[in-house]
């Protein structure tokens, strides 16, 4: 049996001390955002047994964070998110605990164990797969999850993005900037979000279908690529009349961009792009990507701010609420006709 990752160890690997990385993998919020990314990142590769954290804590004041590994893995996404969340229920002395599992490999006995954890409620951070769901509302507690990526019957509150709304207006905006023909590139499969968006712009061009047409390519993200080039440059060059695409979120913008360029086209002269997220990267495109701001600080604070109430017996009567996604518009869209 392989000996166990230890705080020291992970100490070592960053360069900090074992203090630090104890308030790190605790979510405590007086860590750097930076430095908790790095600290998370090395605990996942190093395989640290995140049990430990998961039964530290038997206060009855507290939640648990039901997160996979690959989350964690990623920059800058839920760090800001999982700071705020906690920030906001510290004000009111709830702690919170991780149960973090592997996607690939979810050790169902060790999710049945959390029946005996006396926290207030479950938050779900975007994967929940459906042997972990099913388990969770056996224990009869709130189940919160944001941005979930599949869909269960019943069970839980919802805290999900402007999806829907946001890339109907994303396509609404191209039509009123003149464009008649519009394409949607994205993955109905990969999660709920997605397929929201894609419901937006299709709904979008029907209302519209007098003036626009609509075209999808849909393909399939099962390995997490975000794109399918062959696809988006099939598309563009059997329908040359389309002059905008709307992308699922940035990660398929950018590669979108990549298409284009490789077609010998430009954007926006020949192909106004929008994407959805904000991410770093996209701000940095060339030209600078149209995109909807993901407000992760707010995101966090509505959670927090969800278990607060569950505190005081103020249980919300509503299953879903959205978070307000603005758009941001930078130089990948161009008007085609005159006001």
């Known amino acids: 049996m392989a000996n166990r990752v230890t705080l020291e160890q992970i100490a070592e690997a960053c360069g900090v001390t074992k203090g630090l990385v104890s308030r790190a993998l605790a979510g405590k919020y007086n860590v750097g955002d930076e430095k908790r990314n790095i600290i998370m990142q090395k605990a996942v590769e190093l395989g640290y047994d995140f049990e430990k954290l998961r039964t530290k804590s038997k206060k009855k004041n507290s939640v648990v964070i039901v997160v996979s590994s690959s989350i964690l893995l990623k920059e800058d996404y839920w760090q800001p998110i999982i700071k705020n969340m906690y920030a906001t229920m510290n004000r009111s002395s709830v702690k919170m605990n991780y149960f973090v599992f592997d996607n690939d490999n979810i050790d169902i006995d060790s999710v049945k164990e959390l029946k005996d954890n006396p926290c207030l ?14 388990e969770l509302v056996k224990f009869k507690k709130p189940i919160i999850e944001f941005d979930p990526k599949f869909m269960h019957a019943t069970g839980s509150t919802q805290i999900k993005y402007s999806n ?4 109907y207006d994303a396509t609404q905006k191209l039509i009123d900037y003149g464009h008649k023909n519009i394409c949607f590139y994205g993955s109905d499969m990969h999660a709920m979000s997605f397929r929201e968006r894609h419901e937006g712009f299709l709904a979008c061009i029907d209302t519209n279908k007098k003036n626009a047409n609509g075209y999808s390519v849909i393909f399939d ?16 060059t059997s329908h040359k009349e389309i002059t905008a695409i709307v992308c699922a979120n940035d ?37 600078p990507l149209s995109t909807f701001n993901v407000p992760r600080e707010q995101i966090g604070d509505e959670i927090g701010l969800y278990i607060n109430r569950l505190i005081q017996n103020d249980r919300p009567q509503y299953s879903e609420f959205i978070i307000r996604c603005d758009f941001i518009e930078r130089e990948s869209i161009r008007k085609i006709k005159e006001d």
């Open 221 to 236: 993200n099962t390995n997490q690529q975000y794109g399918d080039e062959q696809m988006l440059e099939a598309m563009l």
């Open 164 to 167: 829907y709304t946001s890339i």
């Open 121 to 134: 409620a479950f938050v779900v951070l975007h994967r929940n797969p459906d042997v972990v769901f099913k």
């Open 251 to 287: 990660i398929c913008a950018l590669d979108a961009y990549n298409v284009i360029a490789k077609m010998g086209k430009r954007i926006p002269e020949d192909y106004s792009i929008i994407g959805f997220d904000n991410i770093q990267k996209g701000k940095e495109a060339n030209p």
